[in-house]
């Protein structure tokens, strides 16, 4: 072979090496590893967590989004009557790590039912890592806090095409641009949920109905046993643990008692309840109308309960006047 030959021979394998180079880093790296793609539950198939999503007095927002950390699966229901409608499915990236978020730092999505916080312009924060639109989340929840969980700053919020949807967030729950645009109409802040968790157990409709009769029946028990000033029985659906307004079990059943005693009657009624089933812990929501014979009042009340072996109890509640809403009740 003459020197020629042999510097032609180079030169051609340097050119297709260049050429695969300038083609590898021409191609957005996002293309190199295609989406996850999004799980589709089947028809009849409704999630364990979502329980009731009822609103009628345009207090609760008829929406809930529901993440799918094993699937990397966003879902988006709403409600429908007595039961519930899949709006749709997409893919999502999450934490980098897999499990429960417990520490700051730890690149962990956290699980639980949370509730979009405000919004924000990605493009204003940082467009190569937030995308369009951010919306926070209200992590820590209250059972995060009661497990010491720390941390903060986890977002709901966009990535632009450049970026991959497989690359592991750093804790946050992350979408494309367009997807987060299509969503932002059915997020109503303050009031819709987000609810993440590892893997989302699906069940027919006649077992969903059944799991959601339980924890109805449930609350109703306790609703009842409060108007019929059943001291015993209403505590008996406290933990020991319990603690709210700064009263612990045992001030709870002496502030209850008091009222008790003080009030010739109670009545307690419930509407528009929404039940979130997160393994072992349920969230109930739902607008509350307290009536005796001295005062009244309405107002939203949230309830934290376990499951435990026996049943289940209420470790806390929170309380929100709403009085623009006594007309509600006061109407036949």
Known sequence: MSQ??????????????????ALQFATPLWALDSDPVAQVPQSGQLPNVLLSLNTSNGVFSPFAFLVDKARRTLTVWKNAEDTLELVGAWPTDI???????LVQGDHRTPEGVYFFQTTQDGRAVDYTNYG?????????NYFDRLERKTGNGIWF????DTKSLLRGSRGCVVVRNQVIEDLAKYIELKSTPMVIVDEVNYLNSKDWANTKTGLINWLEGWRQSWGNKDLDN??????????????????????????????????????DVQVFNQDKKIVF????????????DVGTKTIYALRKESGYEIIGESWAPQRNLQSAFNSP
């Open 157 to 160: 919020h966009a990535i632009p």
């Open 234 to 271: 209403y505590m008996s659906y406290y933990s020991e643990k319990f603690s709210s307004n700064g009263m612990n079990r045992s001030q709870w059943r002496r502030f209850k008692k008091n009222l008790s005693k003080n009030y010739e009657y109670i009545n307690v009624e419930l509407r």
């Open 285 to 296: 929501r739902f607008i509350q109308h307290y009536r005796s014979d001295k005062m009244q």
């Open 95 to 101: 934490g980098r790590r897999g499990g429960d978020k």
């Open 132 to 140: 369009v639109k951010i919306f926070t989340l209200d992590y820590p």
């Open 4 to 21: 020629r030959d042999g510097m032609l021979r180079e030169y051609r394998i340097l050119r297709s090496l260049w050429l695969v180079l």
